[in-house]
C-alpha cells in the first residue's frame, strides 16, 4: 500500500506499509508513578524531572516576525508565497522539536519501567481555561500518553490510569492518611 501527502512547506512524504519483526524490551520489575505538568513537563514518583521545553514560547518572536511579514504580502503574490513557506517551516520546526522529546521521554521511561501509573486527566477540559491552554497544548499531554500507552502495548508493559478524583495528592504514602487541608501552594507535608 503507498500513499503519499504534500505539506505546507511543498515536501512531499511518500508512506510505504512494510512488516518488520519487533525486538521486546527486557522487563525490569520496576514501577513508577508519573505526574504531568506544566513547570516539568514529566515528574516521576522517584523525583526525576523531565524538563518541557517550551518550544512554542521559544520560537514566538521569531514566528510572531514572520507572521508579520506575511500579513504585509499580497495573498495570490511570489513573495507571499515564499513568506507562506518560511512560516510554515517554523511551525514544522515547532512540532518536529516537540515530538522528538515526546519520544525520548515516552521510550525512556518504557525502557525503565514495566509498571507506570498516571493520572487520568480531563485534558479537553483543561484546556478551556484559558490561562492555561497555550502551556497545555504546548505539552502536548495527549500525544505523549498515546506515544506512551503504543509503546507498552509492544513490549508487553502496562500503563495504568488513576482516576482524576482520586486524591493521590492529599494522601501519605506511609500510613494513607488523607490531609483534608491541602492548598495549591503547600509542595510538600509530612
Not at 510554515?88 to 509498571?115: F, G, P, Q
Request: charged fraction near 30%; proline fraction near 1%; hydrophobic fraction near 30%.
Amino acid at each position: 500500500m503507498r500513499y503519499s501527502s504534500k505539506t505546507a512547506t511543498n515536501e512531499y512524504f511518500a508512506s510505504i506499509l512494510v512488516e518488520t519483526e519487533h525486538h521486546k524490551l527486557p522487563k525490569t520489575g520496576k514501577s513508577v508513578g508519573i505526574d504531568l505538568g506544566i513547570k516539568d513537563f514529566v515528574i516521576t514518583s522517584e523525583g526525576y524531572k523531565y524538563k518541557n521545553n517550551r518550544y512554542t514560547k521559544t520560537y514566538q518572536t521569531l514566528l510572531k516576525r514572520h507572521q508579520q511579514h506575511l500579513s504585509r504580502k499580497n495573498k495570490n503574490s511570489n513573495r507571499y508565497e515564499k513568506q507562506r513557506i518560511k512560516v510554515a517551516n517554523i511551525y514544522k520546526k515547532i512540532t518536529n522539536s516537540r515530538l522528538d522529546n515526546l519520544h525520548k521521554v515516552s521510550t525512556e521511561l518504557i525502557k525503565k519501567y514495566d509498571l507506570i501509573f498516571l493520572e487520568d486527566l480531563n485534558i479537553k477540559g483543561m484546556i478551556k481555561n484559558h490561562k492555561l491552554s497555550k502551556h497545555i497544548s504546548d505539552a502536548s499531554w495527549s500525544k505523549f500518553i498515546e506515544l506512551l500507552t503504543y509503546k507498552a502495548e509492544w513490549n508487553n508493559k502496562e500503563i495504568v490510569k488513576i482516576g482524576r478524583f482520586f486524591p493521590s495528592s492529599k494522601t501519605c504514602n506511609s500510613c494513607g492518611y488523607i490531609n483534608q487541608n491541602l492548598n495549591l501552594n503547600i509542595r510538600e507535608w509530612t
